[in-house]
Every structure is written in C-alpha cells, then in structure tokens.
C-alpha cells in the first residue's frame, strides 16, 4: 500500500448527532464502513462504524487514536474542538498519524465460508487448500458476526438455509457494516426468488448453485477477489484524490491570499501616487522634475502654467546647471525673481526644482 502524506486533515462538522459538513477526505474514510477500531492498548473496542467513534470524542471522550482495517491499513487521530458562543457544535478532525506497509502478498485474499452443515465446510478446505485464498470458517451467521467483529475478511461465502439468521440477512447486514466485503451466497434453486431479490437489492454479489461444481465455484471466487481488489484500489485512489484536493485547496488558499497581499500593496501604491499627485498640484509654486538628461518629465499644475507663459530665453535645465542642491534666490525666470531650490534624487536619476516666487516678482 502507498504512503500518503496528508498535508490536510480529515475535517467533519457535528452537532446533535448528526455531520453537517465534512470536506472530501472525511466523506472518503466515512464510507469505509465498520472498520475502525481503538489503536491504543488502554482503549478498548470492536469494529464500529466511524460515527460511533465521532459521538465518544463529541461527548467528551478526549483525543482518540484509531485504526483502519480494509479500507487502508492505518492509524488515525480523532479529535473534537467544541465551536463555543451560540454554534453549539464541534468541529471533529481526523489526522492520519502514519501508513505501514503491508508485508504480506497483496494477492491473497481472506474467505470467510458460512455454513451449518460441517462436511461443506470440509469440502470447501480441500477445494481452497493450494489456492490464492485464506479460509476461515464459521458455523451459523451469529458466529460469523462475531468473527466480522474481530477481523473483516475480503469475501464471505454463506449458505442461505441456516439456524436463525438467513444467508441474505447475515449479507445484507455485512453490507451495511462492511461494504467492501464482497458477498456470495450458495443455495438450491428452490430459493432463487429470494435470492434474486437480494441481488437486485444489493445484498449480494453472486449466486452460486448447490450442489456446486468446483470450477464454477473457483471462477465465482477468483472474480469476487478481483472486484475486491478493485474496491481497495478505489478506496486507495479515493484517499490520494481527496488529499490531493485538499492539499491544493490550502495552495489556492494561500496563493489567493498572496495575491490578496499584492493587491492590497497595489491599491495602496495606487492611493499614495495619486495623493502625491494631488498635493503637488495643490502646491501654490511650480515643483518641476527632471531626469537624469535634464529633460522636463514631471510638473505640478502651477509649473504648467508658468512653463506655457514663460518669455523666451534660459530654460529650467540651464538654470539648475552646475548647481547642486540647496536654495538660490535672485533667480530670473519667465519674467519673475524665484528663489530657486533643488533636490537630488536617489542614484542619481534625477533631479527636482521647485521655484518659490519672491516678495519682488517683477523682473
């Protein structure tokens, strides 16, 4: 089995026993069915659903760790944060803690065979001796229940006519605990309506005629261990998928923050030019800027209007030749006397004028 790591969690919204909202990874490892189980030695515990653990840690349990049988093999931790004020909910979160490997060969495949008469069990241990399958068997449906508690097989093979529990109720009832098990039932053809009716309902994969023939029965088998592997594969992709997802949610997240930096930076940036801008204009003196060649590239509305009246004679770049920065008064300029300031701009790139009209402005 891949190791996953899970950039995001597992997240669910409870209240008043019910889920509210869960993201894609929650809805993934929720329908895996009843295979979750205490991973700590001081907890104790079957085979439940997901839900059951999810009400222990709403009600106050504390942090859990859990492990997944089937749908992957893993350890999670469950926790709840209440949401507090008037919410009155929990939000509940399932961290994957760590993916071991699998050591045995991902080919076999574990049979959990049903029946009340012994000799078919018998006949099914010499059938299934030299092959891909693990067999264990129960004598009536209330033991394979118990036996599905403490360990989930990949098939189960029932008998309908049994004690108690028929072979389609023990399937339906292993449908809605465990999904992914795959369902097969043997039976004389006297049963065949109700049979049908399950497999039109869901209940059961295949039907297996009884007496049956041993080809027939291995083909039946080595199919059903083939859609399991396919189901275990989905689950697989499905987790991969949903953490995929989610670990590119928080990228679009964070990445739609950034951007939202910028633009705020942007719009600020935006805000301070067009003040700067204004306030120039609003300046009751020319302020001129030049660049580096001594070319006119900036004015302010006051320097426009004494740029288009000026007389003829020395421009603006002449009179700040050779002057470094700081004030000259007694400056001539467009008929006027201007005390004349100049300031450098960084790395040289220009420079700033600004003509401050004298008390005695006729020239």
Same mark, same amino acid.
């Given at each position: 089995?891949?190791?996953?790591?899970?950039?995001?969690?597992?997240?669910?919204?409870?209240?008043?026993?019910?889920? @509210?909202?869960?993201?894609?990874?929650?809805?993934?490892?929720?329908?895996?069915?009843?295979?979750?189980?205490?991973?700590? +030695?001081?907890?104790?515990?079957?085979?439940?659903?997901?839900?059951?653990?999810?009400?222990?840690?709403?009600?106050?349990?504390?942090?859990?760790? $859990?492990?997944?049988?089937?749908?992957?093999?893993?350890?999670? =931790?469950?926790?709840?944060?209440?949401?507090?004020?008037?919410?009155?909910?929990?939000?509940?979160?399932?961290?994957?803690?760590?993916?071991?490997?699998?050591?045995?060969?991902?080919?076999?495949?574990?049979?959990?065979?049903?029946?009340?008469? !012994?000799?078919?069990?018998?006949?099914?241990? =010499?059938?299934?001796?030299? +092959?891909?399958?693990?067999?264990? *068997?129960?004598?009536?449906?209330?033991?394979?229940?118990?036996?599905?508690?403490?360990?989930?097989?990949?098939?189960?093979?029932?008998?309908?006519?049994? !004690?108690?529990?028929?072979?389609?109720?023990?399937?339906?009832?292993?449908?809605?605990?465990?999904?992914?098990?795959? =369902?097969?039932?043997?039976?004389?053809?006297?049963?065949?309506?109700?049979? *049908?009716?399950?497999?039109?309902?869901?209940?059961?994969?295949?039907?297996?005629?009884?007496?049956?023939?041993?080809?027939?029965? @291995?083909?039946?088998?080595?199919?059903?261990?083939? @859609?399991?592997?396919?189901?275990?594969? *989905?689950?697989?992709?499905?987790?991969?998928?949903?953490?995929?997802?989610?670990?590119?949610?928080?990228?679009?997240?964070?990445?739609?923050?950034?951007?939202?930096?910028?633009?705020?930076?942007?719009? $600020?940036?935006?805000?301070?030019? +067009?003040?700067?801008?204004?306030?120039?204009?609003?300046?009751?003196?020319?302020?001129?800027? @030049?660049?580096?060649?001594?070319?006119?590239?900036?004015?302010?509305?006051?320097?426009?209007?004494?740029?288009?009246?000026? *007389?003829?004679?020395?421009?603006?770049?002449?009179?700040?030749?050779?002057?470094?920065?700081?004030?000259?008064?007694?400056?001539?300029?467009?008929?006027?006397?201007?005390?004349?300031?100049?300031?450098?701009?960084?790395?040289?790139?220009?420079?700033?004028?600004?003509?401050?009209?004298?008390?005695?402005?006729?020239?």
């Amino acid at each position: 089995m891949p190791r996953y790591s899970l950039f995001a969690d597992a997240l669910s919204l409870y209240k008043d026993g019910a889920t @509210l909202w869960s993201n894609e990874l929650w809805r993934s490892a929720a329908a895996a069915g009843a295979s979750w189980e205490p991973a700590d +030695t001081s907890r104790t515990g079957a085979l439940e659903h997901l839900d059951h653990w999810v009400q222990q840690v709403a009600h106050g349990a504390g942090v859990m760790r $859990l492990r997944s049988i089937g749908w992957v093999d893993a350890v999670w =931790r469950l926790s709840a944060e209440s949401l507090g004020g008037s919410l009155q909910g929990c939000m509940v979160r399932l961290h994957a803690e760590n993916f071991p490997s699998r050591s045995e060969d991902l080919l076999r495949c574990s049979v959990l065979a049903v029946d009340d008469e !012994p000799f078919i069990l018998n006949s099914l241990r =010499r059938l299934l001796r030299r +092959t891909q399958f693990d067999l264990r *068997t129960a004598g009536s449906a209330e033991e394979a229940c118990e036996m599905l508690l403490v360990e989930p097989v990949d098939i189960i093979l029932s008998d309908q006519r049994m !004690p108690g529990m028929t072979g389609v109720q023990l399937l339906s009832h292993v449908r809605d605990h465990m999904p992914d098990t795959v =369902r097969i039932i043997l039976s004389g053809y006297s049963d065949a309506q109700s049979i *049908t009716d399950a497999i039109n309902e869901g209940a059961v994969y295949k039907f297996v005629a009884k007496p049956w023939e041993d080809q027939q029965l @291995l083909l039946a088998l080595n199919e059903a261990a083939e @859609l399991h592997r396919t189901r275990m594969k *989905t689950r697989q992709l499905q987790l991969a998928v949903a953490t995929a997802n989610a670990e590119l949610a928080d990228s679009n997240r964070r990445l739609t923050k950034i951007l939202c930096e910028q633009d705020h930076k942007l719009t $600020l940036g935006d805000y301070a030019l +067009t003040f700067a801008h204004d306030m120039n204009d609003a300046l009751p003196f020319p302020v001129i800027g @030049l660049d580096s060649d001594g070319e006119v590239v900036t004015a302010n509305r006051a320097a426009a209007l004494c740029l288009a009246t000026r *007389t003829p004679g020395v421009s603006l770049a002449e009179l700040a030749a050779g002057q470094g920065p700081g004030c000259r008064s007694g400056i001539a300029f467009a008929g006027r006397l201007w005390t004349l300031g100049i300031g450098e701009l960084a790395n040289g790139s220009g420079r700033v004028l600004a003509l401050i009209p004298e008390a005695s402005n006729e020239h």
